[in-house]
């Protein structure tokens, strides 16, 4: 897959907002990639407020727009946080989304990194507005979304794997964001009619053995998978569980003590308004770990990484 090259961080400037550019920081220092960072102002808003203010709302515009970028320029030039990475700034004046998803664009971005909370945009936990939809409208590249202040780099990765080549996508991305950390691999799995069985009267026994060759199968599955990701053995740990994959990902996260879950989104159709499914709806919103969303449109549904 393509290295990572450039990376595009997204800030409203707040607290929260700013551990995502702390982030992109360490990763650029790990993958030598160009980094950008871009904070978008919506100040055409104060226009409405001019009967209000009493004042030129074009000189407040202005002022607002100066302290912005030389906030950002303050937040980039921080030796304590840039890891020696020289950042680009990049200062917008119009609606986040938009100008965000264009940004990336030009740029050719191959990860855009945001944060969980903020102030403005992205004020809201995942599953709100605004960043929900800049999940969904960044169908081909990569969103990491940043839920913790970073203290190192990455050191064990989650990814729930369904066997498809975004996949082996997911993984290979992982290692290159993160070439020292540990890397678990699950796939989770339900069983069709598995519950009803016990209703129709078969045995337990059968069932736990229809289970257990299900399981061994997909284990086998997972082996190959991580080979055609480049992972030799020894390199993962495999998982193979029966269950709920959400539920899984979220005792794993805590288990293993992992730092980023990468999960796909499974878009079918290449349409803006793409809903994220089930599954990563809930690792978004319940997820204490970042959580990266790989895109992966066409990927058929049905286990672990189902979305």
């Given at each position: ?8 961080a997204a800030t409203d400037l707040s ?230 994959p959400a539920q899984l990902i979220a ?43 790989t895109s992966d449109i066409g990927t ?8």
């Amino acid at each position: 897959m393509k290295p990572i090259t450039r990376i595009l961080a997204a800030t409203d400037l707040s607290a929260p907002a700013r551990h995502a550019v702390d982030r992109g920081f360490y990763i650029a220092a790990d993958t030598h990639a160009r980094y950008t960072v871009m904070h978008a102002t919506e100040l055409d808003a104060l226009d409405s407020l001019s009967d209000l203010l009493g004042a030129d709302t074009r000189e407040i515009k202005q002022r607002l727009a100066d302290d912005a970028r030389e906030t950002l320029q303050r937040l980039l030039s921080n030796p304590a946080h840039n890891r020696g990475v020289a950042a680009d700034a990049r200062i917008v004046s119009g609606a986040p989304l938009k100008f965000i998803a264009d940004e990336a664009d030009a740029l050719d971005a191959d990860l855009l990194v945001v944060g969980a909370r903020g102030e403005s945009f992205l004020r809201h936990a995942l599953l709100g507005s605004t960043a929900s939809r800049l999940l969904r409208k960044s169908l081909q590249r990569p969103v990491l979304v940043v839920k913790q202040p970073p203290h190192e780099s990455y050191r064990c990765l989650l990814i729930p794997v369904d066997f498809s080549p975004t996949s082996a996508q997911a993984i290979r991305l992982g290692r290159q964001l993160a070439p020292t950390a540990e890397i678990v691999l699950l796939h989770a799995f339900e069983l069709p009619y598995a519950g009803k069985l016990r209703i129709a009267g078969v045995e337990d026994a059968v069932i736990h053995g229809y289970i257990q060759t299900a399981r061994r199968e997909r284990r086998q599955q997972l082996h190959q998978l991580a080979a055609s990701a480049g992972l030799a053995s020894g390199e993962y740990a495999p998982l193979v569980r029966h269950g709920d994959p959400a539920q899984l990902i979220a005792a794993l996260e805590q288990e293993q003590a992992c730092d980023l879950v990468i999960i796909g989104k499974h878009g079918q159709h290449k349409a803006e308004e793409l809903l994220l499914g089930s599954v990563t709806k809930h690792v978004l919103a319940e997820s204490q770990c970042d959580v990266l969303v790989t895109s992966d449109i066409g990927t058929p549904q049905g286990h672990a990484s189902d979305a």
